[in-house]
C-alpha cells in the first residue's frame, strides 16, 4: 500500500499501542519532513519511547499506519525497515572492537572487506574516535560509547536515525557536549531524526520540532521558541522551563484580581468573573521599569540563588499570592543592584508577558 505523495518523509496515521488493557499510546498521527530533527518530550510513562518503538517495528502497533517516503512499513520487520538506532544503554559488543561494532552491519549487509574499512574510517572521523578504532567498549568512557553507537547506527546510511534517550546516562558536562555533536553531524549528513527525551533542555537546544507528550498522547507541538513561549496548557509551561503560577479573577477583557492586586493582562478569550491562573516566566519579570505600561508589583526579597549566569531571586508579595516569585535576573545586573535579602524592591512585568489559563 502507498500513500498519496507529499512533503512528508515519515507519516504516522491514527497509531495506537495497547498492552492488555492499558493504552500506551492513543491515536496518534504525526508527519515529519526529510531531514528533520524532531523529538518527543515528555514526562516518564507518557508513551514516547513506545511510539517509537512502534516507528521502528520493535512493537507492533494495535491499530494505526506507519509510512516512510510514502511506503507503507507498518507491519514489516525492524530489519527491513530504513533506520538506525542509538538506545540509552548503548548495546555494544563488549567482545568487538570499536572498529568491528561499527562495522557489524556493513558485514551483515556483506560490503566488500575494502569498503568497509573506508566507511569505518570516515564514521570515526565524523564523531572523533580516530585513535581508538583497536578499543574495546570497556577501555571507553560513556561518552566515547555513546559516539560509537551513533557511528555504528550510522554506518549503513539509514533514512531514519531513531534516539531513545541518548544522553540520559551522561553526566552533565558530557550531556552538553554530545548534545552539540550530535546536532551538528545530524544538520552535516541531513538524515531525518526522532529522539526520545524527557529532558526539556535537551529537546529545546537540539530539536526543530518538539511533540510534546502525556498520557499517550500528543498535546501540543511546534518549534522550540513556540512551545517555550506559546504552551497551550499549565502542564507544558511548567514542564519546558520555570514559571510563575497565581490565581485570579477576570475583571475584564484586559484585567484580571488577584488577591488585592489588580493586573493588567489579554482576557480576551475569558468571561468576567471566571477563575483562571496567570503564568509569568521569571525572566520576564524586571527589576527596573522597561515602558510607561508595566504592571507594577511592590515585593520583598526572600531568597537568593546564585545559577552562574543568572541569580534566581524568590520574592514574597502577600497582596498578590501566598507564594514566593521566582524572578531570574542576570548576575552582571544583579551584583550592580546589589541585591539583599529583606530588601523592598518593585518588581516590573508587561501585559504581553502574562499567560492566562483556564482552571
Known sequence: MTESSDDSYLKVKNLSKSFGSFEAIKNISINIKEGEFVCFLGPSGCGKTTLLRCIAGLEI???????????????????NRDFGIVFQSYALFPNLSVFSNIAYGLINNKWKREDIKKRVGELLSLVNLTEHSS???????????QRVALARALATSPGLLLLDEPLSALDAKVRVFLRKQIRDLQR????????VTH???????????????????????????????KANSPFIAS??????????????????????VELSCNTVNFKQNDSVQIA?????????????DDNI???????????????????????????????????????????????????????????VYPV
Open 61 to 79: 502497533q494495535s491499530a494505526g499506519l506507519v509510512f516512510q517516503k510514502n511506503k507503507d512499513i507498518s507491519n514489516l520487520p525492524p530489519s
Open 135 to 145: 578499543k574495546y567498549p570497556s577501555q571507553l568512557s560513556g561518552g566515547e560509547q
Open 280 to 292: 509569568i516566566r521569571p525572566e520576564d519579570i524586571q527589576i527596573k521599569k522597561e515602558n510607561p
Open 297 to 355: 508589583l511592590p515585593a520583598t526579597i526572600k531568597e537568593i540563588e546564585f545559577l552562574g549566569s543568572f541569580q534566581r531571586v524568590y520574592f514574597e508579595s502577600k497582596n498578590l499570592t501566598g507564594d514566593l516569585i521566582m524572578v531570574d535576573i542576570p548576575s552582571s545586573n544583579a551584583r550592580k543592584t546589589k541585591l539583599n535579602i529583606n530588601q523592598e524592591i518593585d518588581l516590573y512585568f508587561s501585559k504581553e508577558d502574562v499567560r
Open 188 to 195: 552535516k549528513l541531513g538524515v531525518t531524526t526522532i529522539m
Open 199 to 229: 529532558d526539556q533542555e535537551e529537546a529545546q537546544t537540539m530539536a526543530d520540532r518538539i511533540f510534546v507528550m502525556k498520557d499517550g498522547e500528543i498535546i501540543q507541538s511546534g518549534t522550540p521558541n513556540e512551545i517555550y513561549t
Open 239 to 260: 514542564f519546558i522551563g520555570s514559571m510563575n503560577f497565581i490565581p485570579a479573577v477576570v475583571s475584564n477583557s484586559d484585567k484580571v484580581q488577584c488577591n488585592n
